[in-house]
C-alpha cells in the first residue's frame, strides 16, 4: 500500500545512519510525545512538484515532514516532525505548505502547537520557494503568539533563518549532543574570521542553555526532553481563552511552612538558595524551572498553589545575591508576558539588593533591559502577588512587581526592609556631614546607620503608608497566597484601547 510505502520507504540506511549519531527516528520522537496510540497524521502522501537537479526523479511521500495531532495527557495537541532521513528535513515548498496547514488548524481550534526539528534548513534545489516557505511559518508563529502555547523541540541541527522560528515560540527545548542552532555555521565563520570552532561550541545546547539564552531547556537525551514536553503542556492551558488545567492535590492550601524559618537567614548578607523557598510553598514541592542555566540570579517557574497553576518568578540570593542584570531582566520580563498572555497568575518572591552595578552593565544598557521587566509587569492583567522576603531595595524594588507598579497584593515578612538603598549607603550619603565632622567618624557612622534603619526600614514602615498590604509569619506564606489566589480567580482588569503598545528595545 501506499501508505505503507509512505512510512517505509527507501530509508533504512538513513534510518541507520540516523541511530549511528545517537537519535531517534521521527515515528519514536512522536510516540514518545503524544499518548499512545493517539496520533493522527496529516498530508502522509504529499510529495513535492520540484524539477530540476534531478529533483524529479526524488519524490518521497511526506516530503521529509509528519504533521497530524494527537493527545497529551488526554488533550489535543498539534506537532510537526523533521525526518532527517528524507532530504535532511530540509524544507522545500510542499513541505512548507504542510507545516503552514497544521499551524492554521493548531490556531483555528485552539490547540497548543509542538514542533520537532531536525533539518537542514532551506532546501537549496528550491530556491527562494523554500525561503518563502520559512517566512510563512514566521508569520504563522507571530499571528500565534499569545493565543496557543508553541514549544519548539530541537533534535538537529538548525541553521539561517530557520532558526527564527524557535525564537519565535514561547519555549525551546535542546537536547546535549545532537542540537545546534546558528545564523551561520562553523565554515562560514572561519571564512569571514579565521575563527575555527565546532557545532556543539557555536550553537550547541549547552551555548544556548548557558550563555545565549536561546534555550529554556537543556536535556542529556530525548526522552527525558520529551518527557519533559509533556509534563510542561500539562501546566499550560490550550489556548488564552481557557485557563490553566487544574489537579487535585493532597497538599493541604493551610500548610504551614516552617521551615523557611530555617532556609531563610535573617542576616541580610547570607546567602540561600530560593528554591527551596518555592519548594516549601508550592504543592508537594513540585516546580517546572524556565531556563535553568541561564541568568541565574533570577528564577522563573510555573507550580501549582492549592491544584491551581501559578508563575512564580524569584530573586536568587545565591547568584549575584539576587541582583538584577540584563539577562536576568530580559528573563523575567518574557516569562511574565507569556503569564500573563496564557492567564497564569504571579507570584514574586522578592529578595535584591538592587540592579546589577558597573561599566559593562551601563554600556550593554541596562535602562533599556530593565525597562522591559518594568513594562511587563505593568502590563500584566493577571493576578499579581509580591511577597518580600528580606530585603528590596532601589529601583529593583518597583520593578519587582511593587504595589506602585500594579500589584494587586504585597506581603512582607518581618525581617523585611524596603528602602532607596542599604542602611549603610543611605547613612553615608544623608549624615555624610555629620560623619565628617565627628570626633569619632566610625562611630556615628554605626549610630546613623541604626538611626536611619529604625526610621525608614523597619518591617512597618511600609504597611503603615499602604505599600504593604501585610506583614506575615513565614510559616504562614503558603496559606495566605492561597488565600489571595483564590479570591483573586475573580479579577476582571480593564484596559484602554489601543493596538498594540510600545516595548523597549
Request: aromatic content about 8%; proline content about 5%; glycine content about 10%.
Amino acid at each position: 500500500m501506499l501508505k505503507d510505502q509512505a512510512r517505509g520507504g527507501d530509508v533504512q540506511s538513513a534510518t541507520e545512519q540516523q541511530r549511528a549519531k545517537g537519535k531517534l527516528t521521527v515515528d519514536e520522537r512522536l510516540e514518545l510525545l503524544f499518548d499512545p496510540g493517539s496520533f493522527t497524521e496529516i498530508e502522509q502522501l504529499r510529495r513535492h512538484r520540484a524539477s530540476g537537479f534531478g529533483m524529479e526523479n526524488r519524490r518521497p511521500y511526506t516530503d521529509g515532514v509528519v504533521t497530524g495531532w494527537g493527545t497529551v495527557h488526554g488533550r489535543t495537541v498539534f506537532a510537526y516532525a523533521h525526518d532527517f532521513r528524507i532530504f535532511g528535513g530540509s524544507l522545500g515548498e510542499a513541505h512548507a505548505q504542510k507545516i503552514h496547514k497544521l499551524m492554521d488548524l493548531a490556531t483555528a481550534t485552539g490547540a497548543p502547537l509542538v514542533s520537532l526539528s531536525d533539518g537542514a534548513g532551506a532546501r537549496i534545489q528550491e530556491g527562494v520557494t523554500a525561503l518563502a516557505g520559512y517566512g510563512g511559518i514566521f508569520q504563522r508563529n507571530v499571528r500565534a503568539s499569545g493565543v496557543i502555547p508553541q514549544i519548539s523541540v530541537m533534535l538537529g541541527p538548525c541553521a539561517g533563518g530557520a532558526t527564527y522560528s524557535p525564537a519565535l515560540t514561547d519555549f525551546t527545548f535542546m537536547v546535549d549532543g545532537i542540537s545546534q542552532m546558528y545564523i551561520t555555521g562553523p565554515s562560514v565563520v572561519e571564512a569571514v574570521t579565521g575563527e575555527r570552532i565546532s557545532h556543539d561550541g557555536l550553537g550547541g545546547a549547552q551555548v544556548h542553555g548557558t550563555l545565549s539564552g536561546a534555550a529554556g531547556f537543556v536535556y542529556d537525551n530525548e526522552a527525558d526532553c520529551l518527557e519533559e514536553v509533556r509534563y510542561l503542556l500539562s501546566l499550560l492551558p490550550a489556548n488564552n481563552r481557557e485557563a490553566p488545567p487544574d489537579l487535585p492535590t493532597s497538599d493541604p492550601a493551610d500548610r504551614r511552612c516552617d521551615a523557611l524559618l530555617d532556609i531563610v537567614p535573617v542576616e541580610l548578607s547570607r546567602s540561600y538558595d530560593i528554591r527551596e523557598v518555592i519548594r516549601e510553598i508550592v504543592d508537594l514541592g513540585d516546580f517546572f524551572e524556565v531556563h535553568t542555566l541561564w541568568a541565574t540570579n533570577v528564577i522563573c517557574a510555573l507550580a501549582r498553589i492549592d491544584g491551581h497553576v501559578v508563575g512564580i518568578v524569584a530573586n536568587q540570593p545565591s547568584s549575584l545575591a539576587g541582583a538584577l542584570d540584563i539577562d536576568a531582566s530580559e528573563k523575567a520580563a518574557r516569562f511574565v508576558q507569556f503569564c500573563d498572555a496564557f492567564s497564569i497568575p504571579l507570584v514574586t518572591l522578592v529578595d535584591v539588593p538592587g540592579f546589577l552595578p558597573g561599566k559593562d552593565q551601563e554600556h550593554a544598557g541596562i535602562i533599556r533591559h530593565g525597562a522591559k521587566l518594568l513594562y511587563a509587569y505593568c502590563n500584566a492583567t493577571v493576578p499579581r502577588i509580591q511577597v518580600i522576603l528580606r530585603k528590596a531595595y532601589g529601583g529593583a524594588y518597583i520593578v519587582m512587581d511593587s504595589r506602585s507598579i500594579g500589584a494587586d497584593l504585597s506581603f512582607a515578612w518581618p525581617t523585611n526592609e524596603i528602602a532607596v538603598m542599604g542602611a549603610e549607603g543611605a547613612a553615608n550619603v544623608v549624615f555624610r556631614k555629620e560623619i565628617a565632622a565627628a570626633d569619632d567618624p566610625e562611630l556615628m557612622r554605626t549610630e546613623m546607620i541604626k538611626e536611619y534603619r529604625q526610621e525608614l526600614m523597619h518591617a512597618y514602615y511600609a504597611a503603615e503608608r499602604g505599600l504593604v498590604d501585610d506583614v506575615i509569619d513565614p510559616a504562614e506564606t503558603r496559606a495566605v497566597l492561597a488565600r489571595s489566589l483564590a479570591m483573586l480567580r475573580a479579577k476582571n482588569a480593564k484596559v484602554p484601547y489601543r493596538k498594540h503598545g510600545n516595548l523597549p528595545m
